[in-house]
T-cell receptor
């Protein structure tokens, strides 16, 4: 059974629209993260949450907003989508925030036309 | 700049041979993770290392924090080892922790 679920697996959006990427983890972890992988850049850190609180934000744009409705959920809302946002977005989790091993979900591949 | 430099960027191996991948770090880190990204895109955890060496089957990894590098050795390469290998340095502090990834090594194992 998958321990970290990301939905949808593939997503196509038009420029200017808004989408929400879903992430749920069933590992009992207290910290969750978002990373992005695009053709132009290696995997890069976006956000980290610990006990549903934002710990670190390395995303310059406010168009990217994480949302944590439950301890094991960390969704990513992206507004005013641009073609440059096209990438695979990975959710990850770890038992705690301080140096623990991180495990990754299968990713959501977003294409913005 | 390139805080995590990975080499080689691509590698082709004959089935049954051995090789090593390397990461050099220009940031201070106490923990390293290695991943294999399969052709479907999923990231599989291979190793989580504090300074020292771990072994798992045909894979062995070492992290030398004093000299700021980590290696991943693949012994008796098999077709299913093909994919992209990433190392990542854990950068953590009061604001949480994040993995800083290398650019990957694309490994192709041929029969």
């Amino acid at each position: 059974d998958p321990k970290i679920i990301q939905k949808p697996k593939y997503l196509v959006a038009v420029t200017g629209s808004e989408k929400i990427l879903i992430c749920e983890q069933y590992l009992g972890h207290n910290a969750m993260y978002w990373y992005r992988q695009s053709a132009k850049k290696p995997l890069e850190f976006m956000f980290s949450y610990s006990y549903q609180k934002l710990m670190d934000n390395q995303t310059a744009s406010s168009r990217f907003q994480p949302q944590s409705s439950k301890k094991n959920h960390l969704d990513l809302q992206i507004t005013a989508l641009k073609p440059d946002d096209s990438a695979t977005y990975f959710c990850a989790s770890s038992q705690r925030g301080g140096g623990a091993e991180q495990f990754f979900g299968p990713g959501t591949r977003l294409t913005v036309l | 700049g390139d805080q995590v430099k990975q080499s080689p960027s691509a590698l082709s191996l004959q089935e049954g041979t051995n090789s090593a991948l390397r990461c050099n770090f220009s940031i201070a880190t106490t923990t390293v993770q290695w991943f294999l990204q399969n052709p479907r895109g999923s990231l599989m955890n291979l190793f989580y290392l504090v300074p020292g060496t771990k072994e798992n089957g045909r894979l062995k990894s070492t992290f030398n924090s004093k000299e700021s590098y980590s290696t991943l050795h693949i012994r008796d390469a098999q077709l299913e080892d093909s994919g992209t290998y990433f190392c990542a340095a854990l950068n953590y502090g009061g604001s949480g922790n994040k993995l800083i990834f290398g650019t990957g090594t694309l490994l192709s194992v041929k029969p």
